[in-house]
């Protein structure tokens, strides 16, 4: 069946640092795939999504690119900032239009 | 535009009772989506609604219902509570079906089973 895996966290980074953080899926056709974010004591927001193959999603500074030759939807970000912890998931819409999620990682970023 | 209000926010109950979670999507959406997200499982969907029909369901047993109004305001329901039903309960709603259509989420029922 459709899956998404994502690394394990807690990533810690210091501030200012470059961020990538791992989500690779397997899907049968070709899903979407989203990036997701949770603040503490908040509800899911969309990061960034990517429709087909080479698209590259991009919000607020993060980046991720759609690679169906290695099934892979990595978040990068350049320099992150305090204000960047969160948990962050990666997804995939199946044909039936249901979201398929991975684990989550937990982002901490240190002054 | 308003977002997607849950209500309530915060529910306490006891194994054997049944709760019941609401949820408004933002005003011309049609379909809802309903999440559990728990530390063990993570985030497992539950059910999508769209115009007053349940069109798609995951793997969850009998004791979680779902049903969607005509103004497109769903609520859930989960009845004979278990304590591994405590989790917090995401709703999301989006404009239509497609697969591209984006899930705008609201902010969550925390439910406590006791």
């Known amino acids: 069946g459709n899956s998404v895996t994502q690394m394990e966290g807690p990533v810690t980074l210091s501030e200012e640092a470059f961020l990538t953080i791992n989500c690779t899926y397997t899907?049968?056709?070709?899903?979407?795939l989203f990036w997701y974010v949770q603040y503490p004591g908040e509800g899911l927001q969309l990061l960034l999504k990517?429709?087909?193959a080479d698209d590259k999603g991009s919000n607020k500074g993060f980046e991720a690119t759609y690679r169906k030759e290695t099934t892979s939807f990595h978040l990068e970000k350049g320099s992150v900032q305090v204000s960047d912890s969160a948990v962050y998931f990666c997804a995939l819409r199946d044909s039936n239009y249901q979201l398929i999620w991975g684990a989550g990682t937990k982002l901490i970023i240190k002054p | 535009k308003a977002g997607v209000t849950q209500t309530p926010r915060y529910l306490i109950k006891t194994r054997g009772q049944q709760v019941t979670l609401s949820c408004s999507p933002i005003?011309?959406?049609?379909?809802v989506s309903w999440y559990q997200q728990t530390p063990g499982q993570g985030l497992q969907f539950l059910f999508e609604?769209?115009?007053?029909?349940?069109?798609n369901k995951g793997n969850f047993p009998g004791r979680f219902s779902g049903r969607q109004f005509s103004n497109s305001r769903s609520e859930m329901n989960v009845s004979t509570l278990e304590l591994g039903d405590s989790a917090l309960y995401l709703c999301?709603?989006?404009?239509?079906?497609?697969?591209?259509?984006?899930?705008?989420f609201g902010p969550g029922t925390r439910l406590t089973v006791l």
């Open positions: 005003s011309g959406h049609r379909s």
């Open positions: 899907a049968t056709g070709y899903p979407s």
């Open positions: 999301a709603s989006s404009s239509d079906r497609g697969p591209y259509n984006e899930q705008f």
């Open positions: 990517a429709t087909k």
């Open positions: 609604y769209f115009s007053e029909t349940q069109r």
